[in-house]
């Protein structure tokens, strides 16, 4: 079984720009997550989505939203973006939401210039 | 709200030494816990989960211990191999599915 699929896996952007990234869970999978890894920061839970609704929201601006399709897939999007925004972005998977075990996926390099 | 702090790293030692990385966690309710681990360029794997008080979760050698009444739940691996240098985050997750992480600790194990 395929597991998680990120895209694109590096990025480039200038401030200002917007961004989008997507994530494709393993099969079956209803729930995703995105968390944002830093090295000042670490890691940090963005938001969760299951079944196309935002069930669960970190502690990050407007500018970061997500969204979810029919199929699972989900894409983030985040705009007007600053430097700050500079981080990995990983994407986990599981089955329902809250109770299973979450599968990351190898994330997506976002450097802001 | 819920925290998870992990010993200052790095840690390096020399294959075939044992390893402790300690891990505490603050939560208001009765969290899973786990141990994640990330190669360089790659996202998490997890290595290892307890879901209850006294739980013992292993894989791949190490194991650690969900001790509710020291909120702790430190790795442990009793020979080292090179092949396990990588970064291992300690991590808890409430009712929801938000996975609180810590700081990380990176170990590198000399051959």
């Known amino acids: 079984k395929a597991g998680v699929t990120q895209t694109p896996r590096y990025l480039i952007k200038t401030r200002g720009q917007q961004v989008t990234l997507s994530c494709s869970p393993i099969s079956g999978h209803r729930s995703v997550s995105w968390y944002q890894q830093t090295p000042g920061q670490g890691l940090q839970f963005l938001f969760e989505?299951?079944?196309?609704?935002?069930?669960n929201k970190g502690n990050f601006p407007g500018r970061f939203s997500g969204r979810q399709f029919s199929n699972s897939r989900s894409e983030m999007n985040v705009s007007t973006l600053e430097l700050g925004d500079s981080a990995l972005y990983l994407c986990a998977s599981s089955l329902d939401s809250g109770y299973s075990e979450q599968f990351f996926g190898p994330g997506t390099r976002l450097t802001v210039l | 709200g819920d925290s998870v702090t992990q010993m200052e790293g790095p840690v390096t030692l020399s294959e075939e030494a044992f390893l402790t990385i300690n891990c505490t966690y603050t939560a208001t309710g009765y969290p899973s816990l786990f141990w994640y681990v990330q190669y360089p360029g790659e996202g998490l794997q997890l290595l290892l989960k307890?879901?209850?008080?006294?739980d013992k979760g292993s894989n791949k050698g190490f194991e650690a211990t969900y001790r509710k009444e020291t909120t702790s739940f430190h790795l442990e691996k009793g020979s080292v191999q090179v092949s396990d240098s990588a970064v291992y985050f300690c991590?808890?997750?409430?009712?929801?599915?938000?996975?609180?992480f810590g700081e990380g600790t990176q170990l590198t194990v000399n051959p």
């Open positions: 991590a808890l997750k409430d009712s929801g599915s938000r996975l609180t």
């Open positions: 989505y299951f079944s196309e609704t935002q069930r």
């Open positions: 307890a879901t209850k008080a006294d």
